[in-house]
Every structure is written in C-alpha cells, then in structure tokens.
C-alpha cells in the first residue's frame, strides 16, 4: 500500500471548521483514499473514502486535489467528541488489492471548549 | 446485538497460560481480521480471513494461533506469551476482502496484559 503523511497533531476550538490535511504523493490510478479515527479506549471508526471526487456523508467532508496527491478530511464544526485520531490510508481496489488496512501514526486531533 | 463484539474486553495473563480472545459479528460479512496496537506503535495487521479460509498472516509468531469457525465468528487462541505481547487486539470484519473500497467495522479491542 502507498504511503501518506499526516500532521502528528492538530488543535481546534469547538463549533469551529477543522480541515486534516493528508499527502499521498506515490498514489496509483486504483488506489481509494480511505479515513478512519479511533476515539481514546475504542476500536478504529470509517469516517469516509473516496477516489476522485469530493464526498460528503453525515460524519465529514473528502476534499480530493486534482492531481489526487493530497486530499483534506473537513470537519464542518467540531465537537468535543470529535478528539480522537484520524487516520489517512490508501487501499488498492485493482486486480490483487485487497482490504488490508496500513495504518500509519495519524493526526492527533485536540477540541478546545 | 449489532456490529462487532469482543470479549473478553480486559485480560492479564501469566507467560505459561493459554487464553482465547473471541471476536463476532452481526453484520453478515465475509471478511474478518485481527489487528494488534501496541503503546506507541501503529495498528497494524495481524489475520485476515475471508469465508473462513486465511488469506493473510502478517509474519505472527506462532504463540498466537487464529481460528475462524465460520464467518460470524473470530477466536485468537494464544499460549506462552511474552510480557511484550500485551497491547490492545482488536477484531474487524467487512463485506469482503477485494474492491479497496468496503469499509471495516471495528470493535472495542480486548486489552490484554502478559505478567
């Protein structure tokens, strides 16, 4: 699986917009860009994937760079049940990808009230 | 119950036990996984099966012995471990392992203690 890169960490206040920036500069033309976040003592949680175009869902927002070599998780208006983890990854869908999912360090993501 | 259950959610063990870890889920997936997240360390891979054949072992030593019944249900037996090996496994299980795209449903993790 292709490598990204995150911030180790980012800080927001409450009820304000909190944009996760994440680089996937070696992404192939198959490869889905895949978030998940970890709350503190839970399991890992699909937040949203895409391939090309944005996707909005009930959770957040995919903004997906024209050459896809980035790609920015938005948060419309954080919580303080929003701290927690997210985690960028890269899954293959072509011939021989499978739905292993690379974990990398991810952004740490602290709320301010 | 809905998603994906473990059990048990807490467990010390001494280095000459042998425990199970169970894991099931109600979602009527075909893939299921376990995952290790050691302090300071990334989750990372450690079993994927996929209607109940493994398609996948990440290099585990062999102290930790997967078992998948069916396609609801996921055990970790484990024996003889090392103090190293406590960390936080955890279950997952999607739809199935090809396309890149299903998502993985997670659940708590059993926090496990090797004394």
């Known amino acids: 699986d292709a490598k990204t890169t995150q911030p180790n960490s980012m800080e927001s206040n409450e009820e304000e917009p909190v944009h996760l920036p994440c680089n996937h500069s070696?992404?192939?033309?198959?490869?889905?860009i895949h978030w998940y976040r970890q709350l503190p003592s839970q399991g890992p949680e699909y937040v949203i994937h895409?391939?090309?175009s944005n996707v909005n869902n009930r959770m957040a927002s995919l903004a997906i760079a024209e050459d896809r070599k980035s790609s920015t998780l938005i948060l419309h208006r954080a919580t303080l049940r929003d701290a927690a983890v997210y985690y960028c990854i890269l899954r293959d869908s072509g011939q021989g990808g499978s739905e292993k999912l690379v974990f990398g360090k991810g952004t740490k993501l602290t709320v301010n009230p | 119950e809905t998603g994906v259950t473990q059990t048990p959610r807490h467990l010390v063990m001494g280095m000459t036990n042998k425990k199970s870890l169970k894991c099931e889920q109600h979602l009527g997936h075909n893939a299921m996984y376990w995952y290790k997240q050691s302090a300071k360390k990334p989750l990372e891979l450690m079993f994927v099966y996929n209607f109940k054949e493994q398609t996948e072992n990440n290099s585990v030593p062999s102290r930790f012995s997967p078992e998948c019944p069916n396609s609801s249900h996921l055990f970790l037996h484990l024996h003889t471990l090392q103090p190293e090996d406590s960390a936080l496994y955890l279950c997952?299980?999607?739809?199935?392992?090809?396309?890149?795209?299903?998502?993985?449903?997670f659940g708590p993790g059993t926090r496990l203690t090797v004394l």
């Open positions: 070696t992404i192939s033309g198959t490869d889905y």
């Open positions: 895409g391939l090309t």
């Open positions: 997952a299980s999607s739809l199935n392992i090809a396309g890149g795209y299903n998502e993985q449903f």
